[in-house]
């Protein structure tokens, strides 16, 4: 969760993490490890399965530079209001807040 969340902190967000307690099994590549990044209200803007599972870490998990990217490109882009033809208003962001499964017991 490190990278993650440094990176949405360069982006120029704030983050807080929420801790799901549900317990998963290690031997479940998706829900085990899975993440979601929430705005403020509540929406979901990014979810990725397995994402801190130790069999995806370096392959499209959080030790992934580029995974990692990809899942904050994702919530930024879900963050910003669409404009209208007569809004030209710069577009309106909010905070993000990351959410990580239970580590299996």
Not at 14 to 33: I, K
Not at 72 to 101: C, F, N, Q, R, Y
Request: glycine content about 8%; charged content about 20%.
């Amino acid at each position: 969760m490190q990278r993650l969340v440094q990176a949405i902190l360069e982006a120029g967000y704030a983050v807080q993490l929420r801790h799901d307690p549900t317990e998963t099994s290690w031997l479940d590549v998706s829900e085990h490890g899975k993440i979601k990044l929430l705005s403020a209200s509540g929406k979901e803007l990014a979810c990725r399965m397995g994402f801190q599972h130790n069999r995806k870490l370096r392959n499209g998990g959080a030790f992934d530079s580029s995974a990692v990217e990809e899942v904050v490109a994702e919530a930024l882009k879900a963050l910003v209001k669409p404009a209208s033809a007569a809004d030209t208003a710069a577009p309106v962001l909010t905070p993000i807040e990351a959410g990580a499964g239970a580590p299996s017991a």
